[in-house]
C-alpha cells in the first residue's frame, strides 16, 4: 500500500522547514516560499549574496521511490523555468542574476541536506 498524499505533503513541508532553516544557517535569504501560479509551483526563492536562487526541495524517508535528486527531471525542470519567468516577469527581475538549485532533505530527526548549486540550467 502506497504513502497517502497526506502523508507525501506532511514530508514535503517538514522538509521545507528543514531545508529553509538550514539553508538560512548558510547565510541565505528566503525571499519567498510555496509561490503558486496556474501554471506551476516554486517551493523557496532565496538570496544567496547577489544571486536570485529558485530552489526545488526533494524530501525522501527513503530510497524506495529513488534518490531526492531522482526526482527533478527535465519536465520539473522545465515547470521550474517556466514559473521563474513568471515570478520574475511579475517581479520585475529580469537583470537580476540567477540560479536554480536543488536541495535535497533525507532522514527524520537528524536529517541529510545537500544544497545542488545550480543544478541545472534553462534549456535553450
Same mark, same amino acid.
Given at each position: 500500500?502506497? *504513502?497517502?498524499?497526506?502523508?507525501? =505533503?506532511?514530508?514535503?513541508s517538514l522538509g521545507e522547514d528543514? $531545508? %529553509? +532553516? ?12 510555496n509561490w503558486f501560479w496556474r501554471g506551476g509551483e ?12 529558485? *530552489?526545488?526541495?526533494?524530501?525522501? =524517508? ?8 531522482? $526526482? %527533478? +527531471? ?51
Open positions: 500500500m502506497g *504513502a497517502s498524499t497526506s502523508n507525501l =505533503r506532511k514530508v514535503g528543514q $531545508a %529553509v +532553516t538550514w539553508l538560512q544557517e548558510q547565510g541565505v535569504v528566503l525571499v519567498e516560499r516554486l517551493d523557496l526563492i532565496l538570496k544567496d549574496g547577489e544571486v536570485l536562487v529558485f *530552489a526545488e526541495v526533494k524530501s525522501r =524517508r527513503s530510497q524506495r521511490m529513488g534518490t531526492a535528486a531522482e $526526482a %527533478v +527531471t527535465r519536465n520539473k525542470q522545465r515547470s521550474i523555468v517556466r514559473s521563474a519567468k513568471a515570478w520574475l516577469a511579475r517581479n520585475g527581475g529580469f537583470e537580476r542574476r540567477i540560479r536554480f538549485d536543488v536541495v535535497t532533505v533525507w532522514g527524520d530527526r537528524q536529517p541529510e541536506i545537500k544544497w545542488y548549486k545550480a543544478a541545472f540550467r534553462p534549456e535553450s
